[in-house]
């Protein structure tokens, strides 16, 4: 039995909507995979390689720039669709991503069935391979978890479409997928978790140098093994992975007297606490001392909004959260090294410099509870957050729905005032060994991701 790929009607009206007699349009299908079975939230047109705002940067040839400049204002066939485009597309879009979503595979609407002629068709696959490979090279992006994607073509001459899997591997094997649009919404299980960070990182002085975006990628590494070597609590509790979130939510609308028919009792979000492993010391063991000569110091509150389908397991939703901490965290860093010109390499007299990567905003997709992220700069409001959507998602939205205070910006003086942050720590993300100390902490000061560079010169080595 094929996959079966479940969308929302409104879904389909959008797709007929991009039809046009003499022309194709090509977009990303974006949704969740469950086993033989993807739950689809949203289908995003790709918008056209001339406008330079949405085509930053391409991670896959140098031959982007001679495929975008051959491509007119609009598509005639099929061959004139350039890959990189299009799998650039896919991983500004991963970005916005929550955890547990993923680019799932590509749609095209056009004038002839596509998915019968075989030209056309090794076409799609090497898209479908360029979005693959792409995503590949972005590993904390965690959007490279599928062994198949989707291709969904709709005739805009007969309006029948047709859905089908692709391996992603040497064969490329096309396997029959039955994609069903459904008048009902699909029911999501919403989790949030609020996770801080404290961490210091120290720069040995016996090392070369290296510039600050390779320092962040090293920072990223660490944060993503801590992460994903922690334990997830569910509403304060470590539940079997088997375990389903539907019988958890029933559970708990029981111990709170909660009514069968308490409609608003099944969107309540589920709390997530994690929690980082200890380090044990070993008191036996050399006690070692390096020189260091600089410390960057990781500092703020990380705001994590997760959705899994109705059936999904603890295993699953413990996945789809870290996915997203991760993929937030490294999308962040991402955004901020690319937005750097010049190395910060600082005067003497200077021994503190802030970074404020972008803060995260929500947006809900239309008719649905589902939201999508942005990342705002300090100094950028919602409407920047509208371009975005606009421009990546082919989605209209109206300001007041940008859900923009859940990652506050701070107030850098606070920061330049002080050598050290002091942090209070409450009930997130506490540690497993009371007496130690690496764990997440709840600031309550910065609610976006602050770099603190604290360049201390300790002595120079001749």
């Known amino acids: 039995m094929g996959r079966i790929v479940y969308a929302e009607e409104r879904l389909h009206n959008y797709l007929t909507s991009l039809a046009k007699p003499d022309e194709y349009t090509i977009g990303l299908i974006l949704g969740q995979s469950a086993g033989q079975k993807d739950y689809i939230v949203h289908l995003a047109k790709t918008p056209l390689p001339l406008d330079k705002n949405v085509v930053e940067e391409t991670a896959i040839s140098s031959k982007a720039n001679v495929e975008q400049t051959n491509v007119n204002n609009y598509i005639k066939s099929v061959k004139d669709i350039p890959e990189s485009w299009v799998a650039d597309h896919a991983k500004h879009v991963t970005r916005m991503l929550p955890g547990g979503m993923q680019v799932l595979g590509a749609f095209i609407v056009g004038p002839n069935d596509v998915i019968n002629d075989n030209i056309n068709v090794q076409k799609l696959r090497s898209i479908l391979m360029a979005i693959h490979k792409?995503?590949?090279?972005?590993?904390?992006?965690?959007?490279?978890?599928?062994?198949?994607h989707l291709i969904l073509n709709l005739n805009s001459i007969t309006q029948k479409y047709i859905c089908k899997s692709v391996e992603i591997s040497k064969t490329g094997m096309i396997k029959p997928a039955e994609w069903k649009f459904q008048g009902k919404s699909t029911k999501w299980h919403q989790l949030e978790?609020?996770?801080?960070?404290?961490?210091?990182f120290l720069i040995a002085a016996n090392k070369d140098p290296e510039t600050l975006k390779k320092q962040l990628q090293d920072i990223l590494k660490s944060m993503s093994d801590t992460i994903e070597s922690s334990l997830i609590a569910i509403e304060g509790e470590v539940k079997s992975p088997n375990d389903t979130l539907d019988i958890i939510t029933k559970n708990k609308k029981e111990e709170k007297g909660c009514k069968n028919n308490d409609k608003n009792a099944n969107d309540k979000p589920i709390h997530i606490s994690l929690y980082i492993p200890c380090q044990v010391n070993d008191t036996s063991s050399n006690v070692r001392v390096t020189a260091c000569n600089a410390s960057i110091r990781l500092?703020?509150?990380?705001?994590?909004?997760t959705f899994v389908h109705q059936k999904a397991n603890v295993e699953e939703a413990n996945a789809a959260v870290k996915e997203d901490i991760i993929?937030?965290?490294?999308?962040?860093?991402?955004?901020?090294w690319d937005s750097l010109i010049d190395e910060e390499n600082g005067?003497?007299?200077?021994n503190i410099t802030l970074h404020e990567p972008p803060r995260r905003v929500l947006i809900e997709l239309p008719e649905s509870k589902v939201t999508l992220s942005d990342y705002l700069f300090p100094g950028e409001g919602p409407q920047e957050a509208l371009v975005s959507l606009?421009?990546?998602l082919d989605l209209e939205v109206?300001?007041?729905?940008?859900?923009?205070d859940i990652e506050l910006q701070v107030d850098p003086m606070e920061f330049?005032?002080?050598?050290?942050v002091d942090v209070k720590p409450v009930d997130f993300g506490k540690d497993l060994c009371d007496n130690q100390q690496n764990k997440i902490y709840i600031t309550g000061i910065s609610i976006a991701i602050i770099i603190l560079i604290i360049a201390i010169v300790i002595h120079k080595l001749y």
């Open 193 to 200: 978790a609020v996770i801080d960070f404290d961490r210091l």
């Open 390 to 392: 606009q421009e990546l």
């Open 299 to 305: 500092v703020g509150q990380l705001v994590s909004r």
């Open 134 to 148: 792409n995503l590949s090279q972005n590993k904390y992006l965690c959007g490279n978890n599928n062994e198949e």
């Open 347 to 350: 005067s003497p007299e200077e």
């Open 398 to 404: 109206q300001e007041n729905t940008v859900q923009k």
């Open 416 to 420: 330049y005032s002080q050598s050290e």
């Open 327 to 336: 993929r937030s965290l490294a999308s962040r860093l991402e955004m901020h």
